[in-house]
C-alpha cells in the first residue's frame, strides 16, 4: 500500500493505493500519526485505488476510526470499489463510517 496526503483547510485526503493487507501495518501506522499531527477535523481515506483489503485493513481502517474520535474528528471512508466495497458491506463497515462513492 501507498498512500499520499493533502490537507485543505480543516480536512486531510489520504489516497491510498495498492494492495491493503496485514503486511502495511507498520506504515499505516506512520500514516496514522502524520494524520493526528495535522489536526484535521475532516479526515477522508480516500480508497478508489485501493483494489485489495483483507481482514487485518479493516482492522487498520477501524484504528484511524479510533484515533479520529480521539480528537473529534470525522473520518469519512470515499471512493471504494469491487472486493474493497464489497467487504466494507459485509463487514457493515456503514454503520461505523460515513461511507461516500
Same mark, same amino acid.
Given at each position: 500500500?501507498n498512500?499520499?496526503? $493533502?490537507?485543505?483547510?480543516?480536512?486531510? *485526503?489520504v489516497e491510498?493505493n495498492?494492495?491493503f493487507?496485514f503486511?502495511?501495518?507498520s506504515?499505516f501506522?506512520?500514516l =496514522?500519526?502524520?494524520i493526528?499531527?495535522?489536526e484535521?477535523e =475532516?479526515? =477522508? @481515506?480516500?480508497l478508489s485505488g485501493?483494489?485489495?483489503i483483507d481482514?487485518?485493513g479493516?482492522?487498520m481502517?477501524l @484504528?484511524?476510526?479510533?484515533?479520529g $474520535? *480521539?480528537?473529534?474528528?470525522?473520518v =469519512? @471512508?470515499?471512493?471504494?470499489?469491487g472486493?474493497? *466495497?464489497?467487504m466494507?458491506?459485509?463487514?457493515?463497515f456503514d454503520?461505523?463510517f *460515513?461511507l461516500?462513492d
Amino acid at each position: 500500500m501507498n498512500y499520499t496526503t $493533502e490537507k485543505s483547510g480543516d480536512t486531510i *485526503k489520504v489516497e491510498l493505493n495498492g494492495r491493503f493487507t496485514f503486511g502495511d501495518h507498520s506504515s499505516f501506522r506512520k500514516l =496514522i500519526e502524520e494524520i493526528r499531527s495535522q489536526e484535521a477535523e =475532516i479526515q =477522508i @481515506l480516500d480508497l478508489s485505488g485501493v483494489e485489495f483489503i483483507d481482514s487485518a485493513g479493516l482492522g487498520m481502517l477501524l @484504528l484511524a476510526r479510533d484515533e479520529g $474520535e *480521539k480528537s473529534r474528528a470525522t473520518v =469519512i @471512508l470515499k471512493g471504494a470499489q469491487g472486493q474493497v *466495497k464489497r467487504m466494507l458491506e459485509v463487514a457493515r463497515f456503514d454503520t461505523l463510517f *460515513k461511507l461516500e462513492d
